[in-house]
């Protein structure tokens, strides 16, 4: 029983300490990054290359007056960053960081909790999204913020749909639901040299998902909840100090947890990245701090992509987006779908 | 055991919460927690296939609906109507009735009957044996349900502008003559 | 075992959440200054109240998404029982006549225009 705790403990210590430990560097990233793609320095002065610098941001967050004007609804208004920030770390439960290893004489799945039904369990914790912007941009009492609000929780609801339709193509592909089983069917080569990854079979499901974690966590050029030119800051117009920071951080972590996600079905996950394999034939011992290693360059990988598509698009119209998310992604969605059953039919046949 | 009787009574409050509630916002959101715990209940069973359903289906997009329609239509213009009426009062008692009819058809059975036997992960895969052999017809139907609902909620939402224009076009001619 | 660990990440979440505000609202300056508190509206005076009606197409959005959501949610199920099922091409034909019950409803939604949002 003693034992039973430390291992949930662990668990959640780590998969907790893994992102939030990571988002000050991510954070760094993205502005150094965008500096980059400005020709500009960026942050370079606190630290060497300025790494510091997300470190004192969190100090000023923490000592920033927190205005809590007279017109906000208070209790929610307090309670919507909190639950942002809670709905955002949820699916981050069940994403395994590593296959499950043997160690002090027990099999220990690297998870917080093993469900073969824990990809459903992610994607329904992520819908929930929606509900802390929604909240905030109520409690706020604020047409900007109530209008941000709205649309951001338009935005999501339109985009989950053709992301759930690329979800079916892959489960109905892969034939389970079971992420380790998914990642071992995507562990192996084709032709000796490209990786068995989803997103080779399954390229039109791969650009809708990735285009619906887009508009879930609202980055650029879907960031229309925020759209400063239009509805100044959208949803956190009236929030402040930690409460801002909260809804900051949800973010990233919502982004984290939905780019894991794409990882796992069209990336391989956890499996090692090429050329990994020869270190492992070596010292089979590392193969876990090695899986957790892969997951982390792709998830980089994933977040350099974000700050990239950032810098380089401008932000949709608003008509035009929902036209994009109603007219094109979800018709292509469906195509999608029904030809890849067609051709799952006729290969067996 | 005790995160049974926990979740439950939780639910059981919230559920009271959406009926006594002043507040209609406050309502939709003890609905939507509500909502919440009984998939924290399902999932407590083993089920966490039903739950991720419950989450998606009914608190992602239900709920939402219902935090729409208080936002949207600016309840707080209307004065809170709390006077007696008869239709109340009889759609009340009735309700009471079905409910209490419900409980002593619990208690006069017995409660083992009705528990569901092994309700786990895998037991959702002969679930879906089923839902696909002997349901297939119902399944078919429930797609045919759900188009009655799109077009349904088409019509009633695009008809009135249809009036609107319908109006402007005589006010124009009215205005040309 | 799976809901204890899911109980105890759940409940650590939510201690992070909160511990995180209280330190800032225990350490952040507190000073009261009136305009501050005042709704923001880029610095022009607020004109009327926030809870005013909003364009039906938003709620129009949501209605739809429900109902497109609960179909693909019920082909969650399909998708997984169909490798396990003995007849297949049964499978198929119920597969079809699903999504071309859920396409007719699609194209009636677009060719409404219900969803257009320029007039």
Avoid at chain 2, 86 to 98: H, N
Avoid at chain 2, 150 to 155: E, F, G, L, P, T
């Amino acid at each position: 029983m003693l034992e039973a705790m430390i291992e949930i403990l662990l668990k959640t210590v780590v998969i907790l300490a893994l992102p939030l430990g990571a988002l000050p560097l991510i954070i760094h990233v993205e502005r150094r990054g965008a500096a980059f793609m400005q020709r500009r320095l960026g942050p370079n002065r606190v630290g060497p290359f300025g790494i510091l610098q997300p470190l004192a941001d969190v100090a000023k967050f923490m000592f920033k007056e927190e205005v809590h004007p007279t017109h906000v609804r208070p209790f929610f208004y307090t309670a919507a960053p909190m639950i942002a920030l809670v709905v955002a770390i949820l699916p981050l439960a069940c994403i395994p960081v590593a296959a499950p290893f043997e160690a002090f004489g027990r099999t220990i799945f690297p998870e917080v909790f093993r469900s073969d039904m824990g990809i459903f369990f992610a994607f329904a914790a992520s819908a929930l999204g929606s509900y802390g912007i929604l909240l905030a941009g109520w409690a706020s009492n604020n047409k900007y913020s109530m209008l941000g609000a709205l649309r951001a929780c338009a935005q999501m609801v339109s985009y989950e749909l053709s992301l759930s339709t690329s979800v079916v193509a892959m489960i109905f592909l892969y034939g389970t639901n079971d992420i380790h089983v998914m990642i071992a069917a995507q562990t192996g080569y084709w032709f000796g040299f490209l990786p068995k990854w989803g997103v080779f079979l399954q390229p039109v499901a791969a650009m809708l998902f990735l285009v619906g974690i887009f508009a879930e966590s609202n980055r650029l050029p879907f960031d229309l909840a925020e759209g400063e030119s239009e509805i100044v800051a959208g949803y956190h117009l009236e929030y402040s100090s930690m409460k801002f920071a909260l809804f900051f951080m949800a973010e990233y972590i919502h982004m984290i947890a939905l780019s894991a996600l794409f990882i796992i079905m069209f990336f391989g996950g956890y499996s090692l990245l090429p050329g990994m394999e020869l270190i492992v034939e070596r010292a089979p011992i590392l193969l876990a701090v090695l899986q957790v290693t892969s997951l982390i360059i792709k998830i980089g990988c994933m977040i350099w992509f974000f700050v990239w598509v950032r810098w380089t698009l401008p932000r949709f119209r608003y008509d035009k987006l929902m036209d994009l998310g109603w007219e094109r992604l979800l018709p292509l969605g469906i195509a999608n779908l029904i030809v890849t059953v067609l051709i799952v039919y006729f290969r067996n046949q | 055991m005790a995160a049974d009787i926990f979740l439950t009574i939780l639910t059981v409050v919230f559920a009271l919460m959406v009926v006594f509630s002043k507040k209609t916002v406050v309502s939709a959101f003890a609905l939507l927690m509500t909502l919440l715990s009984l998939a924290m209940i399902f999932f407590q069973l083993g089920t966490v296939f039903l739950s991720a359903v419950q989450v998606l289906i009914n608190a992602g997009a239900i709920a939402i609906l219902f935090v729409f329609v208080m936002m949207l239509i600016n309840l707080e213009q209307f004065p809170n109507n709390r006077e007696k009426s008869k239709v109340k009062l009889v759609i009340s008692t009735f309700t009471m009735l079905v409910v209490l009819g419900v409980f002593a058809l619990v208690i006069n059975n017995n409660i083992e009957t009705l528990s569901v036997v092994n309700l786990t992960d895998n037991s959702m895969k002969a679930l879906f044996d089923k839902l696909f052999n002997a349901y297939f017809l119902p399944f078919e139907m429930a797609t045919v349900l759900l188009l009655a609902a799109i077009v349904a909620c088409i019509v009633i939402t695009t008809h009135e502008k249809h009036e609107n224009e319908e109006e402007l076009q005589i006010l124009k001619t009215e205005e040309k003559l | 075992m799976e809901f204890a660990s899911f109980i105890v990440f759940f409940i650590i979440a939510c201690t992070l959440s909160a511990v995180l505000l209280g330190i800032s609202s225990l350490l952040g300056q507190k000073r009261k200054i009136v305009r501050e508190m005042d709704i923001y509206e880029s610095g022009v005076n607020p004109v009327g109240s926030a809870t005013r009606q909003y364009d039906i197409k938003f709620y129009l959005t949501a209605i739809l998404f429900l109902l497109f959501d609960v179909e693909i949610v019920f082909l969650l199920p399909w998708a997984l029982a169909y490798k396990e099922s003995s007849n297949h091409d049964f499978m198929l034909a119920g597969f079809i006549f699903f999504m071309v019950i859920m396409l007719v409803g699609y194209i009636f939604v677009i060719n409404s225009k219900a969803l257009k949002w320029e007039k």
